[in-house]
């Protein structure tokens, strides 16, 4: 028996035997009784039509990845709700759990993206796939309108793709559209992968430049005058700078930080980061003092929430744009234009310490050293990242500009 996550839109003929019969129930969804029990494991339900007793048989329930990736009763209904949609459109398209034989032809735009999504979930963070499904929906709702949502995804051809990265290009800017063009690229390749279509052939489409957004560093001093206003006034944001400008964490890997990823005996965290799954790094004895007061009792209690160390259930990107708006408020206080955030930080210690490293050691063993600490998976990776902070200067050449 087939499962339905494997393929959404199969397309076989119904035996003549039951042509007057319904081939499957719509899709229903069990989500913890009336007080929508997280305890429980949620799913969607559906019967399908035997072809060998011509009855309607209750297929197994299908759980997917919700249970384990949702954790609130808002995103567990949105994820399970989507589920349900998804099943129901590939039944229609012809799904059958006895059939153990798929065409490509069969999909549909909607429906190959449906399974693209299905498949890349497996891979990406809550966050990252959200932002997946919000451009996929937005391409079908583009097609939609132009009445092409239901042809085989076979027919969407280069210059579908490009009409619509220009309509975005004209509705938002070149960022979004080249963002945009990424992930269509990566679902693409999902597609043609499991031989849904020949080719990707979005992957040579060209991206467009565009201004990257600039987080300017802060002078030492400036560091040391909002350190001393926190000090005074709120050290659960202090605390959270410093994991950024010590432990060189981008703020949303300092939200995901729990009691348990930090081991106070052997000085180190473990972190999931942005380019792999889970690194380890040192805490620096100028960070460990500080962490000595905290209450570690809970392994499973987040380092930082509005009030300190405890619970806080929400969405990676509302907690980063909460110590955000934290953060606007000594921004404000101090004049500090929108260039100024709390990544800035980041960039100033790494520039901080690549200066105090190149008066020691070659440019070469400096890269070395430097790697251990930032993250960065390849050299050029922090190359390019260190000009872009210009981090490191050139000598005075006046003696070789004066008249």
């Known amino acids: 028996m087939k499962s339905i996550l494997h393929k959404l839109a199969p397309n076989s003929q119904p035996n003549r035997k039951t042509n007057s019969l319904k081939k499957f129930t719509k899709p229903k969804i069990y989500h913890g009784g009336k007080s929508f029990d997280l305890k429980k494991r949620w799913y969607v339900y559906y019967s399908y039509l035997n072809p060998k007793t011509n009855k309607l048989v209750q297929q197994p329930p299908v759980y997917d990845q919700i249970n384990r990736l949702y954790k609130t009763k808002e995103e567990r209904l949105e994820a399970v709700k989507y589920l349900q949609k998804a099943i129901e459109l590939a039944l229609k398209e012809g799904f059958s759990p006895y059939e153990n034989e798929f065409t490509k032809d069969s999909h549909t735009v909607r429906s190959a993206l449906y399974f693209a999504l299905s498949i890349k979930k497996e891979t990406l963070e809550n966050n990252s796939y959200k932002d997946y499904k919000t451009r996929s929906d937005n391409f079908i709702k583009y097609l939609s309108n132009k009445r092409k949502d239901n042809l085989s995804v076979e027919y969407i051809d280069k210059n579908t793709i490009i009409g619509y ?172 234009g929108k260039d100024y955030t709390i990544y800035s930080f980041r960039h100033t210690f790494i520039t901080k310490l690549y200066r105090a490293l190149r008066k020691k050691y070659s440019k070469h063993e400096t890269l070395d050293k430097l790697m251990l600490v930032t993250g960065h998976s390849t050299l050029k990776a922090l190359n390019e990242y260190l000009r872009d902070i210009d981090a490191e200067l050139p000598e005075d050449y006046s003696d070789m500009v004066k008249i």
């Open 165 to 336: 990265l220009n309509y975005i290009l004209k509705k938002t800017s070149p960022r979004n559209r080249n963002n945009t063009k990424t992930v269509l690229s990566a679902l693409f390749t999902v597609l043609e992968d499991n031989e849904i279509i020949s080719r990707n052939f979005i992957k040579n489409i060209k991206n467009l430049k565009s201004e990257s957004e600039r987080n300017k560093t802060y002078s030492i001093k400036k560091v040391e005058d909002i350190y001393k206003y926190l000090e005074q006034k709120d050290k659960v944001l202090l605390l959270f700078i410093k994991f950024v400008s010590y432990n060189f964490l981008r703020p949303v890997e300092v939200c995901r930080l729990k009691v348990k990823d930090v081991n106070i005996k052997e000085k180190t965290i473990t972190v999931k980061a942005k380019n792999k799954a889970v690194k380890t790094k040192i805490i620096p004895d100028i960070l460990i003092n500080d962490l000595l007061d905290l209450d570690f009792s809970n392994p499973e209690h987040y380092l930082f929430t509005p009030k300190g160390v405890g619970e806080w259930e929400t969405e990676e990107s509302n907690k980063r744009n909460y110590f955000g708006k934290r953060f606007k408020k000594v921004k404000d206080i101090f004049k500090l």
